[in-house]
């Protein structure tokens, strides 16, 4: 059963959160990851949900990639979540020779892009869309990947 429509605006990073946990609850081959910023990148509703398929890998993006690889491999369905910055910086290898080349199944929810308020680490200009030729190249292979804003976004449309 799809979820109930919005009508107020919501971040989308809390949209992220809602939709991976009802992924969650239709898929039990979906597991998520997160690198220690689960309340920010609300993973963490997937979490509460399914503690037993939820890893926190602590900050280390480019081991998340690397265990999703493995979890990928073996049939799951792996999210991993991280700031935009994070997950193009600190795992480019990761995504592009463990995701891309392998033609890996996995997701990347990238929140925080931009600029952001976040401090000098995470609050940079670049995201995950920074990361250029390689996610062209990935997402052509089975990786997806998408930005979510910290911050509330206006409704751009509505069903009738």
Not at 60 to 82: D, F, H, Q, R, W
Not at 129 to 158: D, H, M, N
């Amino acid at each position: 059963m799809p979820a109930e429509a919005k009508t107020e605006p919501i971040a989308t990073r809390h949209a992220y959160g809602d939709a991976l946990a009802e992924l969650g609850e239709l898929h039990e081959d979906v597991v998520a990851l997160d690198a220690d910023l689960a309340v920010s990148t609300q993973s963490i509703k997937f979490g509460k949900r399914f503690p037993e398929r939820f890893f926190n890998v602590g900050a280390a993006e480019a081991n998340m990639m690397s265990i999703a690889c493995g979890l990928a491999a073996t049939g799951k369905v792996p999210y991993c979540s991280t700031f935009a910055i994070f997950a193009a910086g600190r795992a480019y290898d990761q995504v592009r020779l463990g995701i891309a080349h392998n033609e890996l199944k996995i997701r990347v929810g990238a929140s925080h892009g931009g600029v952001s308020q976040n401090g000098a680490t995470s609050g940079k200009y670049s995201g995950f869309g920074g990361v250029g030729g390689g996610t062209q190249c990935a997402t052509k292979r089975g990786l997806r990947g998408w930005e979510a804003s910290a911050t509330t976004t206006p409704t751009v449309y509505q069903e009738k």
